[in-house]
């Protein structure tokens, strides 16, 4: 009997023990994973996605607006014939209707059917929404679909190196690359928001039960200072020019010289933003405000300003060297055509683009008070525009700067800058001296809410008499200059053509050159400046008979879109 009693006390005590290791188990080692799971039971979740902002022009018609894609994808454990689900869908998700084309996508997703092992499986990205709901009309077993955020352009690929892209970062989230979309990604993008709620054991929402909400924060609407009518015109006629000039590149910027606003801006090579994929990385760069250039030319103008500023030069003044080539160290300067002219003015200097004559007035100015203009320009620093992917190629420090180097840079050789920042530069001779910011967006909106940016003037760097100067000086350059068979009669403009030599294995190549032309109008209270830049155009070497010409045929254009109208 005490055996038996002895033998239940020892089985009463290990039941006792079992059941303490057991309840401290789940009470202490799965704790929290239990209070978790019972939490998932109790509550049901589900997240708002928050809609992208829009991208506007200035008459806030959309450059850029969201819509909704879908992704298609295989819930397996439902699929009951996938020979039979893969023929119907590729009828639907192939690239084309060709039978190649079906047949190839009827096989890749057979492969995927037959390959995979999880359950749940993506078959095919931005799906339209047309798509969808053919697809759901079949209400076929074994598939479904997820919203996916997509941007679509109403002008097609116009404008995509300024507008960017939305894209995939690492972890699968979209984002904003390159323009705006990359610089602007955090207000464009919104904040989520979400709906918690009560549930049973079968997850349906209790009718009572507690409930958290959330409304997701849409993104900020970008109201930017692009003309629409412009920018298309900009990218019609560069497409025609680069064929007809045969080009290997170009690009065109213009821009409100007053407040540095941006009106147009293109270039090509560019890509269609609605198929980013399908294109490579050095694709995206935009030549405007990543890629530098030696401007030749059309640096002298702001040399000559910086000559009037100084003091150290008149328009009446002479050039008392402009009778030979010019020689600086072991090198000569010479004129583009080999001909040189005695006591040539400061008007004869820009007319004929004397090289000559710009080695004068870098003589009189030295290397450090050139330098110091130079960065007053904003030359060698950012610009700071609000685009994403800005660089500045360096100039030399100043106290470096050797005679070839300041007689070079006089006529707009041995300096790089980029198309940004010799517009934003000349817009100084046009404001009548003043620094501008270069910028894409005007004001943020969501709503009835907006915000207006402001952009005042920066420092005056050229006194208003040295604009003036300069202004009559490029007036007299375009009237009586080698491209003035191009200007549209009774028009003035000031501008200047340039055409430098290309670097090519640490010397100029004699045949391959960059053309450009840059001017503003009205001379008086300008309402625009635009920059042309060709690269390496194969019908002529020479500015005047490529850059320049297309300037005018796009300024017909744009002079009575602007209210400008011709003097007589």
Known sequence: MQNRLRFISIAFLVGICALGVRLFYWQVVKGEDLSRQAKTQQKSASQRRANRGNILARDMSHLVASRDQWLLFGDMPLVEDPKALAETLSTFTSESTEVASVSAEKSRLLTIFSETESSWVPLKNRLTT?????LDELELKGIGFEAQESRYYPEASAAAHLLGFLGKDNEGNDTGYFGLEGYYDLVLSGKPGFVERESNAAGVPILFGEAREKAAQHGVDLVTGVDKTIQILVEKHLKKGIEKYGAKAGSIIVMDPMNGAILAMAATPSYDASRYWEFNNADFVNPITSYSFEPGSIMKPLVMAAGFDAGVI?????????????????????????????????????????NVGMVYIGNKLGSDKLYDYFDSFGFGRLTNIDLQGEMSPQMRPRGTWNIVDQA??????????????????????????????PHVVEKLASGDWSHEISFPKGKQVLSTKATTQMKDILVGGVKYGEAKWAVPKGYRVAGKTGTAQIAVSGHYDEEKTNASFIAYAPPENPKFVMLITLSEPESSQWASETAAPLWFTIARDIFPHMGIKPEN
Not at 330 to 343: M, P, R, S, V
Not at 410 to 428: C, E, K, R, Y
Request: net charge negative.
């Open 130 to 134: 047309e798509t969808k709901k053919k």
């Open 314 to 354: 008149t328009p009446e003044s002479i050039c008392d060297i402009c009778n030979a080539p010019y020689k600086v160290d072991k090198y000569f300067i010479e004129t583009w055509d080999q001909k040189y002219h005695a006591n040539s003015t400061m008007q004869d200097i820009i007319i004929r683009s004397d």
């Open 408 to 437: 070079t840079a006089s006529f707009g050789q041995g300096i790089a800058v980029t198309p940004l920042q010799m517009i934003t530069a000349f817009s100084i001779i046009a404001n009548g001296g003043y620094q501008v910011v």
